[in-house]
């Protein structure tokens, strides 16, 4: 079955510095892997998507298939980044659903 | 454009009841998926409804149910309602053939 994990429940980091968040899963096929997010009192949304290969909010993950990880990255946090992150994999194209890990909480100290 | 609403915000029940949870989806979608999402864990997937069917179900027993409308609004029905039932429910509509899942703000079930 297909599987999501975050090791991290919670990541604390001060402002400016660097910030990984981790994500591995599991899954033999080729897989279409996601980042959300929920910032304090805020729906679930999209942060940014493998196949894009884009930058948001200074944010990035690269796919690694050898892994199985993809890693989401910033070089320098911000206290806006504070937030709840959850990984995600989307197996097989269209309406398929998605499988989400159990999300890591990123605190920025200022 | 109109995002995904849900109503109720917030719901308690008590074990042995039936509840039901609604969702409108984003103008324009035709996809609707459902998730439940227990405290401190990820959404996990109930089941999805591509204009009025059910398109996917995940491991969840049959006294979850759902429906799809023409105006692509749905619902989630639980019957027999048990303790672990409380949870966060998740709505999240799509255009069919395209990824992005845009989700609604959840309504917050607690079953006593």
């Known amino acids: 079955a297909q599987r999501v994990t975050q090791p991290e429940k919670l990541l604390s980091v001060f402002k400016g510095a660097p910030v990984e968040l981790k994500c591995n899963y599991s899954?033999?096929?080729?897989?279409?892997l996601f980042w959300y997010v929920q910032y304090s009192r805020q729906r679930l949304q999209l942060l940014l998507r493998?196949?894009s290969r884009e930058s948001i909010k200074g944010f990035t993950a690269d796919l690694n298939k050898g892994e199985t990880s993809f890693h989401l990255k910033k070089p320098f946090a911000q206290e806006e980044d504070s937030a709840m992150y959850y990984c995600a994999l989307k197996v097989g194209g269209g309406n398929t659903p998605l499988v989400f890990g159990k999300g890591t909480r990123l605190s920025v100290i200022a | 454009e109109t995002g995904v609403t849900q109503s109720p915000t917030h719901l308690i029940k008590t074990r042995g009841q039936q509840v039901t949870l609604r969702c409108s989806s984003q103008?324009?979608?035709?996809?609707v998926s459902w998730y439940q999402q227990a405290l401190g864990q990820g959404p996990q997937f109930i089941f999805q409804y591509y204009r009025e069917e059910e398109n996917g179900r995940g491991n969840f027993p049959p006294r979850f149910s759902g429906l799809q409308f023409p105006n692509y609004s749905s619902e989630l029905n639980v019957n027999a309602l048990e303790l672990d039932d409380s949870a966060l429910y998740l709505c999240?509509?799509?255009?069919?053939?395209?990824?992005?899942?845009?989700f609604g703000p959840g309504t917050r079930l607690t079953v006593t």
């Open positions: 899954y033999s096929g080729s897989p279409e």
């Open positions: 493998h196949i």
């Open positions: 103008s324009g979608h035709n996809t």
């Open positions: 999240a509509s799509s255009l069919g053939g395209q990824f992005e899942q845009y």
